[in-house]
């Protein structure tokens, strides 16, 4: 019999898959944010007690640079591998480990997420894994994305996309889709195993309004 947090994670991960358009690449990436928006995410990254720092604009040319952007210093779990990021994409960030990964992790693992294994956020490069988006610059080329492997959790155990997007064990199988879903709630681009080979190992998590989720 499916229990009530079960139906809730289906109901989630179905609503998450639904509402994003799969036949195309997604949109580029957003203009820089305005200094107002950067001024109000910061104000509103302290409310929610979180430890950053601002970093200065830098433009390094061909479409690559950081404007807006703060390094996180402590969301209340370690996040490894992250640098530049703009402010929006931060603050999308910790709401969405804070209150969907963690809250997941406990009431579907039995466990306290303790860390979040991240592939990076800035990277001055392309798009890669898509022929229809090869010469477009990546949302890493303006720190607007973060690439997230995996998650340990306090019992030692290590959940992540390689091994686990189509885990055997019904829980963690169940905790995965339910981030998943609930990222695609929240960011504009999310990139998965389901979208292409160079998105195996990983979770691509874009604030780019696109509205798309695979």
């Known amino acids: 019999m499916r229990t009530p947090a079960l139906l809730l994670a289906l109901l989630l991960a179905a609503c998450g898959r639904s509402e994003r358009p799969a036949a195309s690449a997604p949109a580029k990436p957003i203009a ?29 040319g061909g479409g690559c640079g950081i404007v807006g952007t703060v390094q996180l210093i402590d969301i209340g779990v370690p996040v490894t591998n992250l640098k530049a990021v703009r402010c929006g994409e931060a ?19 039995g466990s306290e997420l303790v ?25 890493h080329a303006i720190a607007n994305a973060i690439d997230i492997a995996g998650f340990t959790l306090r019992d030692g155990r290590r ?10 064990d019904p829980d963690v199988r169940r905790f995965v889709e ?10 504009g681009t999310v990139l998965s195993p ?14 780019d309004r696109a509205r798309f989720c695979r």
Request: charged share 25%.
């Open 159 to 168: 959940i992540t996309i390689l091994r686990d997007w189509k885990s055997p």
């Open 115 to 139: 860390r979040v294994d991240s592939m990076g956020s800035y990277a001055c490069r392309n798009v890669v894994g898509s022929s229809r988006a090869a010469g477009r610059r990546s949302g």
């Open 178 to 187: 339910t981030i998943h879903a609930s990222a695609c709630r929240r960011f």
């Open 91 to 109: 603050l999308t960030f910790t709401r969405w480990v804070r209150n969907a990964v963690a809250p997941a992790a406990f009431q579907m693992l």
């Open 194 to 207: 389901d979208y292409n080979a160079a998105h195996r190992d990983h979770l691509h998590l874009e604030d």
């Open 32 to 60: 820089a944010p305005s200094s107002r928006e950067t001024a109000q995410c910061h104000v509103d990254l302290n409310r929610e007690g979180v430890r950053f720092s601002i970093l200065p604009d830098k433009d390094f």
